[in-house]
Nanobody, 118 residues
Framework: QVQFVESGGGLVQPGGSLRLSCAAS????????MAWYRQAPGNQRELVAT???????NYAPFVKDRFSISRDNTKKTVYLQMNSLKPEDTAVYYC????????????WGQGTQITVSS
């Protein structure tokens, strides 16, 4: 079945960096677009960044120029490099996959917690 395993989260000071990883399985990774989402307490899950199967990327305005999404099809893994972290980036981060014109899989991983605090 479809599975996502996110890792790399933790506690970081404002201005710091983290790199998240998400290992995916149960579908043909290389043909799917991949995305990172986040959910802060009391908020809805929101889209952070996407990378299409062909490699083109897109970012939410609130992370543009600070975060970078990449993928390794041989490892079936998507990454999120996060720089210049802010307290408002504190959230649980999730990854998922989707085909163009369709929504993400119904199955979600456990996510990885990012806490930005001094």
């Amino acid at each position: 079945q479809v599975q996502f395993v996110e890792s790399g989260g933790g506690l970081v000071q404002p201005g710091g960096s983290l790199r998240l990883s998400c290992a995916a399985s149960g579908f043909i990774f290389s043909i799917y677009n991949m995305a990172w989402y986040r959910q802060a307490p009391g908020n809805q899950r929101e889209l952070v960044a996407t990378i299409r199967s062909g490699g083109s990327t897109n970012y939410a305005p609130f992370v543009k120029d600070r975060f970078s999404i990449s993928r390794d099809n041989t490892k079936k893994t998507v990454y999120l490099q996060m720089n210049s972290l802010k307290p408002e980036d504190t959230a649980v981060y999730y990854c998922n996959a989707y085909l163009t014109g369709r929504g993400p899989f119904a199955s979600w991983g456990q996510g990885t917690q990012i806490t930005v605090s001094s």
